[in-house]
């Protein structure tokens, strides 16, 4: 049954059935072959083997993949002329002539910038030592003359100044210490005269706006030297100074005698008081001519009193702060009723008055000059929150046997609707005459 299902009868055409090779499967009945175009020729791809006979196709594909592989160092082995000719020994052959030129170029770079640096610095070294000697002969001068400013001392400027001696009330050694003091490097400068030039420097040495003197330097390259010096110094200070007659003065420690003193004018200007003294006070003027440098001045006053000097610089005779009594009291006292007296204005004008004149005796001048000023204060206006506190006594001042003053200076403050004034900022002398055993207050005035 199974032959008669696998098998297919050909139609009978009178020719006998043809097996085929394999005992197992019959031929197709294929048509006759049609023929193939011709192709090009082609000698270089290998054709495809053909199946031999009764061998099955996917067999033979089978079997080809059943084929091992071969290694790759049986295919290196195998092809020894493709393992020669590879790229890897190119590759390692072009790393060594590139690390060889860089060696060559670092080092070949290495020396050029050697002698580059070298160069340079030969260069700058000759640069600097140039730039040292000019500067060396640009300040060789300079610091010729400030070596020689150095050594200098109060001695040479004195011997430079006459004989070192310019006054009789300067002493050598006075001299000497105040030029030195004067030329300190300290106190003074140098600067460029105006005659100055390369070839022959000169130099101006001044304290402050006081030129003291020109100097002069020769020479040439590093050498120099001063040369010559011109002390613009001179002796021309007058001082004169005004004390009372029984004062003795001395300048720089030596006293002065009639040949420096002259009789001058009364320092006491008030006229009122002077026509009542008696036997004043005189004064004179010691003056002393060619000093080199400013003196120092002692005043030496009579046994028993003091001295002082007024803004003007004369000297006044004072009794001393043990001996003045309450008359500095008594002035302060004076002084800030009368400006009480004055800052109230119509305000109790009668009472404030009476104050101020209880510290004075009816017929003097002072009496009289506060007492006619009632018109005009009893017209004026009056403030409030009077301050007359700031108000003290200075030197008992003695002009006369019979006179003496007291300078009270005042700072009288008050208020006027509800605003601060200063109403008076200044100095009274109150003066005294001498009556009996006491004295009074004669005369006043606001200087």
């Known amino acids: 049954m199974g032959d008669r299902q696998g ?5 009978d055409t009178g020719a006998s059935p043809r097996r085929s090779a394999s005992p197992r499967h019959s031929a197709p009945e294929t048509e006759a072959p049609r023929p193939r175009r011709s192709a090009p020729a082609q000698t270089d791809i290998p054709r495809r083997r053909r199946p031999e006979e009764g061998e099955s196709p996917r067999r033979r594909a089978a079997e080809k993949s059943k084929r091992p592989r071969p290694e790759p160092a049986e295919k290196e082995a195998r092809s020894p ?3 020669r000719s590879g790229k890897k020994p190119r590759r390692t052959l072009f790393r060594r002539i590139l690390l060889i030129y860089l ?24 640069m ?25 001392t109060g001695e040479d400027w004195a011997a430079l100044c006459s004989s070192g001696q310019v006054s009789p009330v300067e002493s050598r050694e006075r001299v000497t210490d105040y030029l030195a003091s004067l030329f300190s490097p300290g106190s003074a400068q140098a600067y460029k005269d105006a005659s100055f030039t390369s070839q022959a420097p000169v130099y101006l040495i001044k304290n402050g706006d006081l030129p003291l003197a020109r100097v002069a330097l020769s020479g040439q390259d590093l050498d120099w030297y001063v040369s010559n010096v011109e002390m613009l110094l001179s002796a021309d200070r007058s001082v004169t100074v005004t004390v009372p007659a029984s004062c003795t003065v001395s300048f720089n420690g030596i006293q002065l005698d ?6 001058a004018e009364s320092i006491l200007q008030y006229e009122p008081v002077k026509s009542q003294l008696k036997t004043p006070v005189t004064w004179v003027d010691y003056t002393v ?3 080199l440098a400013e003196p ?6 009579p046994e028993g009193f003091e001295t002082i000097q007024d803004d003007d610089g004369n000297y006044l005779i004072t009794l001393p702060e043990d001996n003045t009594g309450s008359y500095p009291l008594q002035s302060v006292k004076f ?20 104050s101020v004149l209880a510290y004075l005796d009816e017929g003097t001048q002072a009496y009289e000059d506060v007492e006619h000023t009632y018109s005009s204060v009893s017209f004026a206006s009056y403030y409030l929150d009077i301050d007359t506190t700031k108000t003290q006594a200075g030197n008992v001042i003695v002009w006369a046997n019979n006179c003496f003053s007291v300078d009270v200076t005042y700072d009288a403050d008050a208020t006027m609707m509800g605003e601060p004034v200063d109403y008076a900022n200044a100095t009274m002398r109150v003066y005294y005459m001498k009556s009996g055993d006491g004295f009074y207050i004669s005369h006043f005035e606001t200087l």
Request: net charge positive.
């Open 7 to 11: 098998r297919h009868l050909a139609p």
């Open 81 to 83: 002329r493709r393992r």
């Open 103 to 126: 060696a060559i170029l670092g080092v070949v770079t290495g020396y050029l910038q050697l002698r580059l640096w070298l160069y340079l610095d030969h260069s700058q070294t000759q």
């Open 128 to 152: 600097e030592q140039e730039a040292a000697n000019k500067k060396a002969l640009f300040q060789a001068p300079q610091l010729a003359f400030e070596q020689w400013w150095d050594e200098q």
């Open 258 to 263: 009639e040949q420096y003193r002259q009789p």
């Open 289 to 291: 001519d060619g000093l």
């Open 296 to 301: 120092v001045i002692a005043v030496t006053p």
């Open 335 to 354: 002084v800030r009723a009368f400006l009480n007296y004055y800052m109230n204005g119509y305000h109790n004008t009668w009472n404030n008055l009476y």
